[in-house]
């Protein structure tokens, strides 16, 4: 069991586990990708993870078998839980709520041995697909109002397994980072009459500085104001708030670009650890007409520490225009 | 030289250093504290830092020579430099300013081989009075808005030297962090004409739950909403926005309850790597009555990952009252 806490100083939340909680015995400080034993994202081990809520497979195949191409499944550890409603409730000067949501994780290919980027376009796009099925699926359920869809790739940047996989979070709370960009994406489309994400595309393809690569529907690039050395953003070039409403075509060429973008970053960096996100309007929540949906590249080279949690500010020690530069150039 | 740029989506600032870039080559994944070699930060090595700009010395000794307890230097490597004015301007879309603030390192004490929960209540009340001291001096240069004071302590906690010291950041620009805790307490302030942080300290007070221990001026707790595993914060029990403003008397007590709080997070969590903050009201920028001056302790036991970046959110594996228990119990 988890609660959803709320500070009442700033609103932020936190997830905090109740019933399996972790004791100081329990933190492992130099943490690994788990490697060797029985995987259990591999063919022939799906008893070994909840049963399937979704995947790509042969016509033939059935659930919980070999014949997948890509595979969800729940999370067996998840941060929250779809049991329950949301019961929100206040301990005096406190908020709370049960941990009701979707933890899911997506196994984007059977192959235990290959990684996001050298997956083949056509593999990457059924995985690109099987967001969208997902994002589809859980955004019936009343309860939640937003789904945030990640990656860790690396220890460092939280993977614990070694098996390529994305995961899916289904929250009844729009979370903050998410609301700070519509806010300000509000503010900017009040103000000038245009999506801020637009304008910064246009910028961007007219400075050059740090765009890395663009297709017809794409464009990837270092944005101005990275918090992390190499940070790489990915834009659709139409405006439009929902990732969910990507359509086929355009789900081949995000593959297309997003197999391009972190094929350079794993050669510039030696595959260094990352996390992406793809951040998207909310489920309900108004129309959010000024908002553009994205993915956000977060390669994991330095430690944050006290400064950044302190201010919020960021000390990246690369311009975005070099990092750009670098993963540009790269054969 | 750096740069102060400012995202146009969430008015997040970040800082890009320029002049010296770290490149692919120069990251490294596995950031050890530097050890053996000579250390720069101690006694009789004092001409290989920058010429200190305070210090606890015999009345005898001289600057920048051996006969101190506390010393204050500029950080070699600062994050912002002290030259020039701000000139702020836009690129386009895009707003940008000079790196000028002030970045200064405070050595704790002579002494190489302790760490700050092995110093005395007498050499940390020296090291607190230093850091009154620094933000006294430093608020007089009007370029200034921000002092921000912190410690990151350990490999993955960000620290790079051995020789235990905390760091202090002049900055042009009031952090996002701070605002949002102004911004909230504000809130509170309007809505219920009183503290949101003495109404917190009077509800742990009472729950008794999450309270670490507690003395005449401080009191010492895992707050309900924390970040991380083992997040402990102290707040001074006299409501007051300004850390700058303790008395002699109060540093005393701040000394024995930080190092009363630091000692058992070492020993419950066998010397973590932590990092921690001290947030208080700005220089200038109004009166700010509403805002309660505190100091953060944030251990690094879990990786911060993709749902956290994503969304602002945090997974806590431990809950505050679990932490709070074993901290309080240790002997």
Redesign the interface.
């Given at each position: 069991m988890s609660q959803l806490?709320?500070?009442?100083?700033?609103?932020?939340?936190?997830?905090?586990?109740?019933t399996n909680?972790?004791?100081?015995e329990?933190?492992d400080?130099k943490?690994q990708v788990k490697k060797g034993g029985v995987c259990p994202f591999c063919p022939g081990n799906e008893k070994m993870t909840p049963p399937e809520v979704g995947a790509k497979r042969n016509r033939r195949s059935k659930p919980d078998t070999p014949g997948w191409s890509v595979r969800t499944v729940p999370n067996k550890f998840p941060?929250l839980r779809m049991e329950g409603g949301l019961d929100k409730r206040g301990?005096?000067?406190?908020d709370m709520t049960n941990g009701v949501g979707a933890h899911e994780v997506i196994i984007e290919t059977p192959d235990h041995e290959r990684d996001m980027a050298d997956l083949t376009q056509g593999e990457l796009k059924n995985v690109v697909l099987q967001y969208r099925a997902r994002s589809l699926d859980l955004e019936k359920d009343k309860r939640f109002n937003y789904i945030?869809i990640?990656?860790?790739h690396g220890?460092?940047?939280?993977?614990s397994l070694e098996h390529t996989h994305t995961?899916l979070?289904a929250?009844p709370i729009v979370?903050?980072?998410?609301k700070?960009?519509l806010k300000?994406?509000t503010n900017?489309f009040s103000y000038r009459e245009r999506c801020?994400?637009c304008?910064?595309m246009a910028?961007e393809r007219q400075?050059k500085l740090r765009v890395i690569s663009e297709n017809k529907d794409f464009i990837s690039f270092c944005?101005?104001?990275?918090?992390f050395?190499?940070e790489t953003w990915i834009l659709p070039k139409l405006h439009n708030q929902n990732f969910k409403s990507i359509d086929n075509k355009r789900a081949a060429s995000l593959a297309v670009i997003l197999k391009d973008t972190l094929s350079r970053l794993k050669i510039?960096?030696?595959d260094?650890?990352y996390?992406?996100?793809?951040?998207t309007a909310p489920i309900r929540d108004g129309i959010n007409e000024e908002f553009h949906w994205h993915l956000?590249i977060?390669p994991k080279?330095?430690?944050?520490?006290?400064?950044e949690?302190?201010?919020?500010?960021?000390?990246?020690?690369?311009?975005?225009e070099?990092a750009a530069k670098?993963l540009r150039e790269v054969k």
């Open positions: 806490r709320r500070d009442p100083i700033t609103g932020r939340w936190i997830i905090v586990d109740i909680p972790k004791r100081p329990d933190f400080l943490p941060a301990i005096g000067l406190y945030l990640f990656k860790n220890a460092s940047a939280g993977a995961q979070v929250l979370p903050k980072r998410v700070e960009e300000g994406s900017y801020v994400f304008d910064m910028q400075d944005p101005f104001v990275p918090r050395a190499f510039v960096l030696k260094p650890p996390n992406f996100i793809i951040h956000e977060m080279l330095t430690n944050v520490a006290g400064f949690w302190g201010s919020g500010f960021y000390i990246n020690p690369t311009s975005p070099l670098y």
